[in-house]
């Protein structure tokens, strides 16, 4: 390796030490997430922002996929719906995490010997955190939030690479 | 200007689930509406075919998530016509006290999504959430769950209604009526709303009746039937309660219907409770019976479990034949229809879904409404897709 | 009208017909399906205008397809069963009687492969369109898993 590559390469670390925690503490702390309720999850949606204020944590739904960084797959995906489901993770920008919520995300739930189920979202994306319940309760999800923010708050290289 | 197709969905903020609503549009006029549907169907009357009767119960609950605990019900009272059951009148009253309260939240959340799409956001939105959160915290303390309950048993409930079950109850109804005072002075007087619902959506009398539609949208139409005075079953007939009914069809009555039938869930609830066979609520949680439901006769502890449930086989094998049950849920009529081959597991269990054939019906409401007005319709027929696909 | 009086005309109208009274306000009637359309229109014009579901049952001979109506204003209850050929399955569709048959008929068609003929728009209601299958057929296996 030459000398200018080296050098690059000692800037950048010196810069992500400094850049990496102001970056991660603004992308934790305003975390938006894709209004993809497939299923009864997406019920406990609702008392999250209502009762338990998910939006004092910076956590608040967007319609387009475009404006996301989360999405909290919320119930079965099915063959059917598999196609467009990819195409929405896709539509995302980059950085950006998912959340399986549910056993129906996680692994087909009670519907594990069905025809038309994808046991298990982790087939088709990669999953950050598993948030167990059927249905999960909103104080589980909230958990699960904080769990994703402790996640990203170790995230390195922070502003300029795509990934996780 | 040029005619064309446009798809809603599956993704889509306002559709209320997922499903793709295609709609043919001259501008902004629509024309026409194709709804494809199937993208969360998960198999459920398959399923059935592999599970016995018992584990049924939870599937059935999944099967209209909002309202889990009549499609529960709706599963015990066919598989009990089908083996000739008969519940203790304690049971019943607890699964109609159930059932009503199920309605209630079940219609709040229609007020929810209601507010949301006509573009009042959040503050209505917020009160129907947390008028809902106290049924379902009584929800909690009866059956341990916020919902997916996995209550109802066949010949009986899971166990007998707790101590604070009675008084908490009857504060939450207080609170709810009162705020319902509220819900209709904030929409009623407000001319946004009454622009976007009144003549909005209109479904004939005619139509609906030759759709098949019922339930609250038939009843905004002027028809009055309900399944719960036509042809009653578990103790509605000891009951005084009205059927609300509209006159125009439109969103704005079916907005009205519901919120009348809030009140009158709340009027039966109240008699149920005062009522209720058995005398005073239970003193006591028997953890007894949580272990003796599966306990033959002739053993102890049988007899605490009499008053909330029938006796039945610890394995359980309907005769061979067939029963076809109605309900009356919150969304119009629900049925179950179950063959039996004398095994331990159903050969056939067929659901009619109510919302199924009032969206077969949704191309008479939508011709002549906007684009715009797509959200408030969907949620006016109070759509609920999870029973709609299975 | 009472059950038993709706009974007696189909009787006297179609005497191949199987019919019975269960209970109060419950009828079953089995017919050969050549005869199916003649006995909704009859059953229409009696009252019975809310056609309440179409349920397909595959049985080990044939299929069945049941049909429950129900009169608003007779508040009675008939089951209108029907026997249909495991080949080549194809019954007459009773969407000009009944308009909300449309998609029952579809998810009988999608669900067992059951050829509803003057339906005016049969397809696939809801598994994908290029699917392969039926999957309420007995032979469809569910797929085992551990």
Request: a neutral charge; glycine letters at 14%; proline letters at 9%.
């Given at each position: 390796m030459d000398v200018t590559t080296l050098l690059i390469g000692k800037a950048r670390n010196v810069i992500d030490y400094f850049a990496d925690p102001v970056f991660n503490w603004g992308r934790r702390n305003s975390i938006w997430m894709l209004?993809?309720?497939?299923?009864?999850?997406?019920?406990?949606w609702g008392p999250f922002i209502a009762?338990?204020?998910a939006e004092r944590f910076g956590i608040g739904p967007r319609?387009?996929?475009?404006?996301?960084?989360l999405m909290i797959v919320a119930g079965p995906i099915t063959h059917k719906f598999a196609p467009k489901f990819k195409m929405l993770y896709e539509q995302m920008p980059e950085p950006k995490w998912v959340i399986a919520m549910g056993d129906c995300a996680i692994s087909?739930?009670?519907?594990?010997?069905?025809?038309?189920?994808?046991?298990?979202v982790d087939k088709l994306v990669p999953v950050d955190v598993y948030v167990p319940g059927c249905p999960p309760r909103p104080e589980t999800m909230l958990d699960g939030m904080f769990k994703l923010q402790e996640l990203i708050k170790k995230r390195?290289?922070?502003?300029?690479t795509c990934g996780p | 200007m040029a005619e064309m197709w446009i798809n809603m969905g599956?993704?889509?903020?306002?559709?209320?689930?997922?499903w793709d609503l295609r709609i043919k549009v001259d501008g902004d006029m629509i024309l026409d509406a194709d709804p494809q549907i199937g993208?969360?169907?998960?198999g459920i009357e398959k399923l059935g075919e592999n599970r016995n009767y018992t584990q049924f119960i939870p599937l059935a609950d999944r099967t209209g998530y909002a309202s889990p605990m009549t499609w529960a019900i709706l599963y015990v009272l066919t598989v009990e016509e089908l083996m000739d059951i008969k519940v203790p009148p304690r049971a019943t009253y607890i699964r109609t006290i159930a059932f009503e309260l199920q309605r209630m939240a079940s219609h709040l959340l229609f007020v929810y999504g209601m507010a949301e799409n006509v573009g009042a956001m959040w503050p209505p939105l917020v009160y129907a959430y947390r008028e809902r959160e106290l049924l379902l915290d009584l929800f909690q303390i009866l059956?341990?769950?916020?919902?997916?309950?996995?209550?109802?048993?066949?010949?009986?409930?899971k166990w007998d209604i707790p101590q604070t079950f009675e008084a908490q109850t009857k504060k939450a109804l207080d609170v709810i009526e009162s705020k319902l005072k509220e819900y209709e002075r904030m929409f009623d007087e407000s001319e946004i709303f009454l622009m976007r619902t009144k003549g909005v959506a209109v479904l004939r009398k005619e139509d609906a009746i030759r759709m098949g539609v019922t339930g609250p949208t038939l009843r905004a139409c002027g028809v009055k039937e309900d399944l719960r005075k036509?042809?009653?079953?578990?103790?509605?007939?000891?009951f005084d309660f009205g059927i609300p009914t509209g006159k125009n069809g439109d969103l704005y009555d079916r907005w009205v219907v519901r919120i009348a039938e809030i009140r009158e869930s709340a009027k039966i609830v109240r008699q149920a409770l005062d009522r209720?066979?058995?005398?005073?609520?239970?003193t006591k949680v028997p953890a007894a019976v949580v272990k003796s439901v599966t306990v033959l006769d002739?053993?102890?502890?049988y007899e605490d479990l009499c008053v909330i449930m029938a006796?039945?086989?610890k394995v359980i094998k309907p005769p061979p034949g067939e029963a076809y049950v109605r309900v009356e849920d919150s969304r119009g009529e629900s049925a179950m229809y179950i063959i039996s081959?004398?095994?331990?597991?159903?050969?056939r269990i067929k659901i009619r879904s109510p919302i199924f054939c009032t969206l077969s019906a949704l191309k008479y409401m939508m011709r002549?409404?906007?684009?715009?007005?797509v959200p408030p319709i969907m949620e006016g027929i109070d759509i609920l897709l999870s029973e709609v696909d299975r | 009208m009472s059950a038993e009086e709706v009974a007696g005309e189909m009787k006297k109208k179609f005497p191949e017909a199987d019919v019975r009274i269960p209970r109060a306000s419950r009828l079953t009637a089995s017919v050969k399906k050549e005869v199916l359309l003649d006995v909704c229109s009859f059953l229409k014009d009696a009252g019975?205008?809310?056609?309440s579901s179409i349920a397909g049952v595959d049985r080990a001979e044939n299929f069945e397809v049941a049909y429950f109506l129900w009169s608003y204003e007779k508040k009675i209850l008939v089951t209108l069963k029907t026997a249909v050929q495991k080949e080549n399955p194809r019954i007459q569709s009773v969407i000009k009687i009944w308009e909300g048959a449309n998609w029952h008929e579809r998810e009988a068609y999608d669900m067992f492969g059951i050829v509803f003929e003057g339906h005016p728009d049969l397809r696939r209601l809801?598994?994908?369109?290029?699917?392969?299958?039926?999957?309420?057929?007995?032979?469809f296996k569910l797929p085992e898993v551990e």
């Open positions: 209004h993809l309720g497939i299923k009864c999850c997406a019920l406990e009762r338990f204020d319609a387009s996929p475009r404006h996301c960084d087909g739930g009670p519907f594990f010997d069905s025809y038309n189920i994808i046991r298990g390195k290289g922070g502003y300029y | 599956p993704q889509h903020p306002a559709t209320h689930g997922l993208y969360i169907h998960r059956t341990g769950a916020r919902f997916h309950f996995n209550y109802p048993r066949i010949g009986g409930v036509s042809e009653p079953y578990m103790c509605y007939s000891d209720i066979p058995g005398g005073a609520v239970a002739g053993e102890t502890g006796k039945v086989p081959d004398g095994t331990e597991r159903p050969y002549g409404a906007r684009v715009a007005d | 019975f205008d809310h056609l809801l598994m994908p369109e290029d699917f392969v299958g039926h999957p309420l057929r007995k032979d």
